[in-house]
């Protein structure tokens, strides 16, 4: 039987989702001689994928959240190219850690990246422009968006394979999905509708905690409830599916499996998990406990700001009026 075509393209993110594919040792050898994109790891041109007929690829992964034109641009290009469009990894799903950036706008990131960080120096206090003349003619840039999007707030996408990185069950899946051409149905999500508590098999004893611990604070016992020993463990409010990986190396669930399905909006459903369990006897325990969070937006929208109902910081009138 001839093997199926699959594109693979990275967005805005860090190649773990490439890395998790290239672990499948044997099997991604055996899907490179049908492979039509795939820029982390092979020389593609991508006019060599706009030339291709529509529908022509069977199967294309999309990695990484969008925020630039460029990658909008090759969303709605794999979206007319291929049959079955997977959003792959926590970026692709809901936007991921590059969604965080939308408490930010386009000049406030570029001013940390280009200016502010430690290791940077720029003398000609140069940033990105979307065109800038050079000798004969003019370079382009993409457009760098303020609001960093997932793949289904750009495109109608067929499946999604959460993780961040997703784990190998789920690449393993799709890789004989190509092989046998079985395809899932419409709106698949590898992970399961359960939470990762119903798989978790630490000791509960629903008791309240008094406060809250960061990792490095703590060696937590390795049979318990991390939540109930004060760490933030978002496992009420993700779905279950990724094999309780962070769970089997002591550490507490950060949310890559997205939220569980019908609920909007993952941060605040943990939020709401979290103070169930807080002994709050008077008004400033709850102040106290927003204190122990260091980083909120971090620890509960660490993945899935794009998604939330929050999305975005507001623009300013200013900011909007500049776009
Ligand atoms: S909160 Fe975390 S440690 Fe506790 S049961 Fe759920 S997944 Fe397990
Ligand atoms: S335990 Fe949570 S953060 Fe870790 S892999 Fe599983 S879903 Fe992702």
């Not at 190649?15 to 290239?22: P, R, S, T």
């Not at 007929?53 to 199967?59: F, N």
């Not at 990185?165 to 690449?171: F, G, N």
Request: aromatic residues 8%.
């Amino acid at each position: 039987m001839a093997k199926l075509k699959l594109a693979s393209y990275w967005a805005a993110s860090c190649g773990g989702c490439d890395i998790a594919v290239l672990d499948s040792n044997e099997k991604v050898l055996g899907m490179l001689a049908d492979t039509v994109l795939w820029p982390f790891a092979l020389d593609f041109k991508y006019r060599h994928l706009e030339a291709l007929p529509d529908q022509s690829i069977e199967v294309a992964l999309f990695s990484g959240a969008i925020r630039t034109s460029e990658q909008w641009h090759h969303a709605r290009l794999l979206r007319d190219k291929a049959r079955i469009l997977v959003a792959f990894g926590s970026c692709a799903c809901f936007g991921g850690v590059p969604a965080l950036a939308n408490l930010h706008c386009r000049e406030e990131v570029f001013q940390r990246l280009y200016w502010e960080t430690p290791s940077t120096a720029n003398p000609w206090a140069t940033f990105p422009q979307t065109r800038t003349p050079v000798a004969g003619g003019e370079l382009d840039l993409p457009e760098f968006y303020d609001t960093v999007l997932t793949l289904d707030q750009v495109v109608p996408v067929d499946c999604s394979a959460p993780g961040c990185p997703p784990p190998p069950e789920s690449v393993l899946r799709i890789l004989e999905m190509l092989e046998t051409g079985a395809f899932f149905p419409p709106g698949s999500v590898l992970a399961s509708d359960k939470s990762l508590c119903d798989e978790c098999q630490r000791v509960r004893q629903e008791k309240k905690i008094t406060r809250l611990y960061r990792v490095h604070e703590i060696m937590p016992d390795p049979q318990t409830c991390l939540l109930e020993q004060g760490l933030i463990c978002l496992g009420p409010a993700t779905r279950g599916g990724c094999g309780l990986r962070c769970l089997k190396a002591n550490m507490p669930c950060r949310g890559c499996f997205g939220p569980l399905p019908g609920v909007i909006d993952q941060g605040a459903k943990m939020l709401s998990a979290l103070t169930s369990i807080y002994e709050a006897k008077e008004d400033d325990d709850l102040a106290r406990l927003l204190t122990e969070v260091a980083d909120p937006a971090g620890s509960f929208y660490r993945f899935g700001m794009s998604r939330s109902l929050l999305q975005r910081r507001r623009l300013e009138p200013m900011e909007a009026a500049a776009r």
